[in-house]
């Protein structure tokens, strides 16, 4: 038989172990308690900043109709929440909603949830949108020469839109220097693809700079009628604006060639042969 010291050794070695199971089992319950509010915070941390996006969000979107409205191409909302996030009033998952309820979690258990989250950015969009047709009171490049002329003639002037009528696919517009606060000037019946709108803006993020060699229709300095120029020089920027073109217009020229003329931005449209 055992001696009573060995029996003593194999008491102690009990009590032993089962002081440090129970160590060890207060320690991982510490652990999972610790971790379990670490996730908490983490995700009271990630509905805070989701809040805030969507106040952003919402902020922004005053300046999204803006931009809009003066026919920003290629806009996209893309700082919107998704809608799936607890911000944009979606679902929640099932873990979070466990933590916001205070429920415990065994996360060692087999029950536990998943704690794979997902880590897809939001996709932005490249699509453009159609751009905003000239409105009545802005000024369009437009050529009365096919309504007043002979077919196929160019006259291009700078004009003011006194009405749309996109059912009959044509503008309405006055010259701009007839233009009169009682409406007297003539007005002329123009079909759309003979009116190209102006810039709206010198901004950089709103407009299109030309590089050089593309044929432009110009406003010739200290005149309001269009005529045919290349680009010598794209039009700089000068803060969040842009600058001047540097232009050569043809038939132009004198014994010593093509003068370059200065041209502001918002007198420069694309030729309509080459759009």
């Not at 909302?77 to 944009?88: K, M, S, Y």
């Amino acid at each position: 038989m055992p001696s009573a010291s060995s029996r003593q050794a194999s008491a102690d070695d009990i009590d032993a172990t089962n002081k440090a199971r129970h160590e060890i089992e207060k320690n991982h319950a510490d652990i999972i308690q610790l971790s379990t509010e670490k996730v908490r915070l983490a995700h009271i941390a990630m509905e805070m900043i989701q809040f805030n996006i969507g106040a952003l969000d919402k902020e922004l979107n005053p300046f999204t109709q803006e931009m809009k409205e003066r026919n920003e191409a290629g806009f996209e909302d893309e700082f919107a929440v998704d809608a799936d996030t607890p911000a944009a009033g979606g679902a929640l998952d099932p873990m979070t909603m466990a933590f916001m309820s205070g429920h415990d979690f065994d996360l060692g258990g087999g029950n536990a949830p998943s704690m794979q989250y997902s880590h897809q950015q939001p996709k932005k969009s490249h699509k453009k949108k159609a751009p905003v047709p000239p409105q009545p009171g802005e000024r369009v490049a437009a050529n009365i020469g096919e309504v007043s002329g002979d077919p196929g003639a160019q006259e291009w002037i700078v004009a003011v839109v006194v009405a749309h009528k996109p059912e009959e696919g044509a503008y309405e517009v006055m010259d701009a220097d007839e233009e009169s606060d009682d409406g007297s000037g003539q007005v002329y019946h123009i079909p759309e693809d003979l009116v190209i709108a102006m810039p709206r803006s010198a901004l950089c993020r709103e407009g299109q700079n030309f590089h050089p060699g593309t044929v432009v229709l110009a406003v010739y300095p200290m005149t309001t009628t269009f005529y045919r120029a290349v680009v010598v020089q794209s039009a700089r920027k000068l803060g969040s604006e842009y600058g001047d073109f540097l232009l050569e217009f043809e038939d132009d020229g004198d014994a010593d060639g093509l003068p370059q003329r200065p041209v502001p931005y918002m007198h420069v449209v694309k030729h309509p042969q080459y759009r």
